[in-house]
């Protein structure tokens, strides 16, 4: 599977488990806009702009997996993620898990790679309801 196939990949399995959650989605009409969705939450009107990337990428210790922040640009420098994107939330599909792990971007620390334990996958301690980002209260 090449990197793009990957991406479809992901962002498919993000849109279709918050479909399912009775999430109401928007999709850009062309691919290349500064975030892959926008994300409706119809009990509350709030609405955010939703980045997505999709790792299968083990770190060679088996103890996390990594996935890639920045980009290049197409004079061959690079863009990092927060220059690149304005999304409010990151959502994250481990392939080898099968889990989406979702982030508030503001509380990204990083700007070239992001680490996500596989033990905490694994436990469940990192936060897949995204209720509990959308309406910490209510959780």
């Known amino acids: ?16 488990r918050l479909l399912k959650q009775g999430f109401e989605i928007y999709l850009p009409f062309l ?13 509350t009107d709030k609405i955010k702009k939703v980045e997505v990337k999709t790792t ?13 922040l920045c980009g290049r640009t197409h004079k061959g420098g690079y863009k990092f ?15 080898p898990e099968n889990k989406i792990v979702f982030f508030d971007v503001k509380r990204i620390k990083s700007k ?5 334990s596989k033990n ?5 301690e990192y936060c897949e ?3 509990e ?7």
């Open 1 to 16: 599977m090449n990197s793009k196939e990957q991406g479809n990949l992901g962002e498919s399995e993000v849109v279709y």
């Open 31 to 43: 691919d290349s806009g500064r975030y892959d969705f926008i994300l409706n939450d119809p009990s």
């Open 56 to 68: 299968r990428s083990l770190r060679s210790n088996g103890d996390s997996y990594e996935v890639q």
């Open 81 to 95: 993620f927060g220059e690149l994107k304005s999304p409010d939330l990151l959502a994250v599909f481990v392939i």
């Open 112 to 116: 070239y790679k992001l680490l996500i």
């Open 120 to 124: 905490k996958i694994q436990n469940n």
């Open 129 to 131: 309801n995204i209720n």
């Open 133 to 139: 980002i959308l309406n910490p209260a209510l959780v």
